[in-house]
């Protein structure tokens, strides 16, 4: 028979001729990937999922780079019930002036650092004085701040009789945070607000993107060990459960280990970042080569079990098995492939190194495993003797196959038109799903950032930023009165638009200022020229003519907030025509998350239909057989179809996670569709009586499709406890993929072959 390898799996063959020769290269190259360990670094941005060659980012990079504090605030909230107390403002005072000598703050804003309008000397004075008045002083003082328009609803929450909320805005030392460490500096943070008003009940929590960034990290790390911890531990139980001999545990063990080593160290050389789906990189490569090494052990176990000795049943494994094994690799890394077209920087590494890391999989299983099993089984006539009573918990599961095959024989037309409907409902529910996307699910959602940011919705508007950059030509600054019109017409639409909130500018100052009296031409430039230069630059660039005008979103799904922003965009139309020279430019990581989502989710959406195209043609190639192509299209696409369904009737929808989770539960689910066509392609060449070769296949490799759906399934299990709700959706279609995966293969495409050959369709398999 052709190989569906394309001969790729005879690389294993000079591991039977040379074992310790070809063992020692694998040491050398076992330790140069060690060496770039070290290397491995977590990359924990939030903007990273969204880097892209696009216009929307690179108008975000350019604001990003001209306004560093813009996007990268810390927010310490403090909660209470009644904030406006003499006694609770002197601690917040004392908060304030604290957090100015920590080593990673740059600047703060804060109810106290706002001050009144300039006195007749010139200096404006604090809006809360250094020693605060009691009685009905301070009652007029309360008030005064509670409806200051600096203040209000921008700081400070209004009392509503049940919490009051105010905010301190910590812009960070980028320097400090990169010598320091990003969880050193909120630490120091954190502890200092907590250690300054907790002892007096007020509640304090920490929120804004540094936040998230670190509690990114934090799960990024937490689950790499859960991770690969649980799918080694588990993978290693299962095969003992199953071949009760501390030799085949170890080389189906080792395989994987070597495996992940290989790409990780791999990875570290090229210098590519840790992120949330790199993460998943180990257990998937971890389980990928378990299933694999679990097929040819299989095979050689069954191969010594009849007698052969050991050099013979592994060189029968390589040509037998190992094609399989080539082309599940071959249509895997097509999957993880098709996440490359994309406009997500991040995911496309992910899919090219996940493609890799594949490859590298099967290069260790065909090549690692015979000298093991060459070096360590020496002595063929003993694990003869002892095959029997060590594998009874295979044999059992042989015979449940056997009978389940005997049952199917009998069933089959029935098996087949419930298949066949099953496959049509679950592809009407799973095309109803529509792409979603927010931006929390990037975060933990069981840390102080999540929770810290829903008060913020619910108190003063929300604490996503969103912008309107201002750009005009050179030789004007942004007290130009052609500018000041333009941010001012600016500012009052977005203050109007419908789901923005908190809105900030320059604009805000000059009412203030025009409110104070303050109305000469020259009050605006004097004033700017006063305050500190970290809270002119959040509004005014310093080496740019250009400006923002800041609103605050609440956290919402993509599809809420695209219509807000793209009403933004429209709404500025007519300050685009009335001031041709100056760009007005709707930008942010709300925006860029928001408009970007819809689209990569569809890309991913089509290149997850471009695999599916691809890899079935492939098998079709490989097999030399048009009727193989044609029933590889249910068992693959059925699991697919399924787990869609699952995400629509739970009220999900197509979000980033559940589209790559549906790529790499094809990726891998296509294997059991190739082993069993494989298998039952070996058998009728054997027997001209479909129904024997049917009933055979499922016995033969009934047992180990099971076993590695086992593996899979719990060695990814893990990602259901993640704090990440992206890593749980993840791990949830991963595996609801995979089970029905194994029941479209062992159930339903057997069912389709019978019932095609009652009725001529199918006569045999070539």
């Not at 029968?316 to 082309?327: F, M």
């Not at 000298?371 to 003869?384: A, P, S, T």
């Not at 790529?663 to 027997?687: C, K, M, N, P, Q």
């Amino acid at each position: 028979m052709n190989s569906l390898g394309f001969g790729l799996e005879r690389m294993g063959l000079p591991a039977i001729r040379r074992p310790w020769t070809v063992l020692a290269l694998l040491v050398l190259f076992s330790a140069f990937s060690a060496a770039g360990l070290p290397y491995l670094k977590t990359d924990h941005s939030l903007s990273e999922l969204f880097s892209s060659d696009t216009v929307e980012f690179d108008q975000y990079k350019t604001m990003s780079e001209r306004f560093p504090t813009s996007e990268f605030d810390v927010l310490v909230v403090v909660e209470s019930e009644n904030l406006m107390q003499p006694e609770i403002l002197e601690e917040i005072r004392s908060l304030h002036l604290e957090l100015q000598l920590a080593e990673a703050v740059q600047g703060i804003i804060s109810i106290f650092s706002m001050r009144e309008p300039p006195d007749a000397s010139g200096y404006p004075p604090p809006l809360l004085p250094t020693k605060l008045p009691t009685g009905k002083e301070f009652e007029k003082l309360a008030d005064r701040v509670v409806n200051h328009p600096l203040i209000g609803g921008k700081l400070l929450s209004r009392p509503d009789g049940k919490s009051q909320l105010t905010l301190i805005i910590l812009s960070l030392k980028q320097d400090v945070i990169w010598k320091k460490g990003l969880a050193a500096s909120i630490r120091e943070i954190e502890q200092t607000a907590k250690a300054v008003l907790e002892p007096i009940g007020l509640r304090v929590q920490l929120a804004g993107a540094p936040v998230m960034q670190l509690e990114i990290r934090q799960a990024i790390g937490r689950d790499r060990l859960i991770y690969n911890g649980t799918g080694f531990l588990v993978g290693m139980l299962i095969c003992f459960a199953f071949f009760r001999r501390v030799k085949l545990v170890f080389i189906t063990s080792l395989c994987p280990a070597v495996a992940v080593l290989w790409a990780m160290g791999l990875l570290g050389w090229v210098d590519l970042r840790l992120n949330t789906f790199i993460n998943v990189i180990p257990p998937l490569v971890m389980v990928i080569s378990f299933t694999d090494a679990m097929h040819m052990v299989f095979s050689i176990r069954r191969r010594l079990g009849q007698g052969d000795d050991r050099f013979t049943a592994v060189r029968h494994a390589i040509l037998t098995v190992g094609p399989a094994c080539v082309l599940t690799s071959i249509t895997t890394s097509i999957a993880f492939m098709s996440l490359t077209l994309t406009d997500s920087g991040m995911i496309r590494t992910f899919g090219i190194a996940a493609a890799l890391a594949t490859l590298l999989a099967f290069i260790t299983v065909i090549v690692l495993l015979p000298i093991m099993v060459i070096l360590l089984f020496r002595d063929e006539k003993e694990f003869l003797q002892s095959e029997t009573n060590r594998h009874k918990a295979i044999n059992w599961l042989e015979t449940i196959c056997a009978n389940f095959a005997a049952w199917l024989q009998i069933r089959y037309r029935v098996l087949a038109i419930v298949g066949l409907s099953l496959f049509a409902l679950f592809s009407a529910l799973h095309f109803q799903l529509e792409p979603r996307y927010r931006l929390s699910d990037q975060v933990p959602d069981n840390k102080q950032s999540i929770a810290t940011s829903e008060r913020l919705d619910a108190k003063l508007t929300g604490a996503h930023p969103v912008h309107v950059m201002l750009e005009w030509p050179e030789g004007k600054d942004v007290t130009d009165p052609e500018v000041i019109e333009a941010l001012a017409g600016t500012h009052s639409l977005i203050e109007k638009q419908s789901g923005v909130g908190n809105v900030w500018s320059v604009e805000t100052l000059r009412r203030w200022l025009i409110n104070a009296g303050e109305t000469q031409p020259g009050a605006l430039a004097d004033y700017l020229k006063q305050l500190p230069a970290h809270l002119v630059q959040r509004f005014v660039a310093k080496d740019a003519p250009s400006a923002l005008v800041t609103g605050r979103l609440p956290n919402l799904d993509a599809e809420d907030t695209v219509p807000v922003l793209k009403k933004m965009d429209a709404s500025l139309s007519d300050l685009r025509a009335k001031y041709p020279e100056i760009t007005f430019t709707v930008t942010g990581l709300s925006a860029v998350s928001a408009l970007r989502s819809s689209e990569m989710i569809r890309q991913l959406n089509r290149g997850l239909l471009a695999a599916m195209i691809v890899v079935i043609i492939l098998i079709g190639i490989a097999f030399r057989s048009f009727k193989i192509l044609l029933l590889a299209i249910l068992p693959n696409l059925f699991p697919i179809v399924a787990a869609g369904s699952l995400l629509l009737l739970t009220g999900g929808g197509l979000e980033y996670a559940s589209v790559i989770a549906l790529t790499v539960g094809f990726g891998i689910a296509v294997d059991d569709t190739i082993h069993f066509l494989s298998r039952l392609r070996i058998e009728t060449s054997r027997t001209p009586d479909l129904r024997k070769g049917v009933a055979a296949t499922i016995s033969r490799i009934g047992p180990v499709l099971i076993l590695t759906t086992l593996v899979l399934i719990a060695g990814l299990s893990a990602t259901i406890i993640s704090d990440l709700p992206s890593m749980r959706l993840f791990g949830k279609l991963f595996m609801t993929t995979l089970g029905a995966a194994i029941i479209g293969d062992l159930l339903f495409l057997p069912a389709i072959i019978l019932a095609a050959r009652k009725m001529g369709l199918v006569k045999s398999i070539d």
